[in-house]
Every structure is written in structure tokens, then in C-alpha cells.
């Protein structure tokens, strides 16, 4: 077993999780209606859930530091997450189209990794699988619902789907290790999972009443899985670790 392409792989995973999961939480008390203030609360509390026990795999498995120092003891650099991930909230629209976007790349994720040939891999997936089911029907009733209600919330969703459609890319960004984590039946190719990722999506997108948007380079927004982000990591980043800074030793 390649061990080098687990770790590549697991990272890249958790990583995303982490950093989208604090996205959704910034929601927390200034939601648009308190339902979608605690939905987004609940849906960040599991993503980080989510980071964290790959973390734990990473720990435990394979000789990799504590989940809290991986969380928060990193340089932006150091991370892989996407950079669609990263970008700070704006509005909701964009939060809900980015959770639409992000999620059935998740799904179709998990549902490739429960059949990994890492077997602690697989088990978790599978787990996963039944929370992130409740997110993805979350995103589609919400998507279909404002896609097909007044032209001010179609225009605004279009437009934020028009901005993070060409960043969604980003998220099947292949690594060197891409071939061995094929060749090893980790999961499938990125390129596997981008394809069934652009025809579910395309799908949906179109049942909401939204158009799907041109994009010209689907690489425009790569580098996030080679340590390359935009300056929004750092800051949240900085933001997210700054009591852990304070005494990293520390204990609840």
C-alpha cells in the first residue's frame, strides 16, 4: 500500500472539509432566516466533524501530528483544500450555491471512497455518507426553491453560480499522486469524479432554472491542492487558530 498517497489523498479531504466547514459556521447568527442560521451551523459542526476524523485517520494510522495540531497548527501553505473552499461568505447566495456545488462533489466523493482498498477509509465513507445524504437534500430543495420563485432570486443565484461554477474545478485539481491513488483502488480518478461531478450537477442546475456557465480554462483555479491559495486562507486561517496559538498545549 502506498502510504505516501493515503496521506496525499487524506489530506486533501480533510483539509477541504475543515476550511468549508469554518466557512459555513461565519453564518452562525446572522443567517437569513433562523432556519438557514442553524442549518448552517449544523452542516459546519459535521464538515469539521468530517476533517476531523480524517485527521484522526491520519494520526492514529498513519504517524501523522494530532488532529488539533493538523487543524490549526499549519501555515496556509501547508493546506490543501481548494480554493472555491476558502473564499470568505459574501452572501447568501453564494454560500448556498458553493454548499450545492460542494456537496455533490462530496457525495459523489464518499460514495468512491466507500469502496476504497483502505478499509479504515472505506468505513468512514460510509458513515459520512448518511449525514452528507441530509446536505445534499438540503442544497437541492433550497437551489430549486429560489431558482424557480421571483427573478431577483434567480438573477442573484445565476450570479453567484456564474462566479463559483469556474472555481468548483478546483476541487478535482489531480496531484502527482493521482495515478497511485488510482492504481491502489484508494478512489477514483479525479478526472472520474469531476466528470460524474459536471453531469449530476448539470443536471440539477438545469431542474432549478439556472443556466450553466461557460468556463473557458477549468485549471483557472487550480494550485489550492499544491499549497498555492488566494490571501482569504490565510486570514481565516489566522482567525480560527487564534486561541490555540495563545498556549497550543493547553487542555479543555
Known amino acids: 500500500m502506498n502510504i505516501e498517497a493515503i496521506k496525499d489523498l487524506l489530506y486533501r479531504i480533510a483539509d477541504?472539509?475543515?476550511?468549508?466547514?469554518?466557512?459555513?459556521?461565519?453564518?452562525?447568527?446572522?443567517?437569513?432566516?433562523?432556519?438557514?442560521?442553524?442549518a448552517f451551523s449544523s452542516m459546519a459542526q459535521d464538515e469539521v466533524g468530517h476533517a476531523q476524523a480524517f485527521y484522526i485517520i491520519l494520526n492514529q494510522l498513519l504517524g501523522e501530528a494530532d488532529p488539533d495540531v493538523l487543524g490549526f497548527g499549519r501555515k496556509a501553505e501547508e493546506f490543501k483544500n481548494s480554493q472555491l473552499s476558502e473564499y470568505p461568505i459574501?452572501?447568501?447566495a453564494f454560500s448556498l450555491i458553493r454548499h450545492f456545488l460542494y456537496d455533490v462533489a462530496e457525495t459523489i466523493r464518499l460514495q468512491s471512497l466507500s469502496k476504497s482498498s483502505f478499509v479504515p477509509i472505506a468505513e468512514l465513507a460510509k458513515k459520512l455518507l448518511r449525514e452528507e445524504r441530509y446536505h445534499f437534500l438540503h442544497a437541492i430543495t433550497w437551489i430549486n426553491q429560489l431558482g424557480r420563485s421571483t427573478d431577483e432570486a434567480n438573477q442573484r443565484l445565476q450570479a453567484a453560480l456564474d462566479m463559483a461554477y469556474p472555481m468548483a474545478f478546483g476541487l478535482f485539481e489531480p496531484s502527482e499522486m493521482d495515478a497511485a491513488i488510482a492504481e491502489e483502488g484508494l478512489q477514483a480518478t479525479e478526472g472520474e469524479l469531476e466528470a460524474e461531478w459536471e453531469k449530476t450537477v448539470s443536471k440539477l442546475i438545469l431542474d432549478a432554472n439556472l443556466k450553466i456557465p461557460e468556463v473557458a480554462d477549468k485549471t483557472a483555479h487550480y494550485g489550492?491542492?499544491?499549497?498555492?491559495?488566494?490571501?482569504?486562507?490565510?486570514?481565516?486561517?489566522?482567525?480560527?487558530?487564534?486561541?490555540?496559538?495563545?498556549?497550543?498545549?493547553?487542555a479543555w
Not at 224 to 250: F, N, S
Request: avoid cysteine.
Open 16 to 38: 477541504d472539509e475543515l476550511v468549508i466547514g469554518h466557512r459555513s459556521s461565519e453564518w452562525t447568527g446572522i443567517g437569513p432566516i433562523l432556519e438557514e442560521d442553524i
Open 90 to 92: 459574501t452572501d447568501y
Open 224 to 250: 489550492g491542492r499544491q499549497g498555492k491559495h488566494t490571501p482569504h486562507l490565510a486570514a481565516m486561517l489566522a482567525e480560527m487558530g487564534e486561541v490555540y496559538a495563545i498556549d497550543p498545549t493547553a
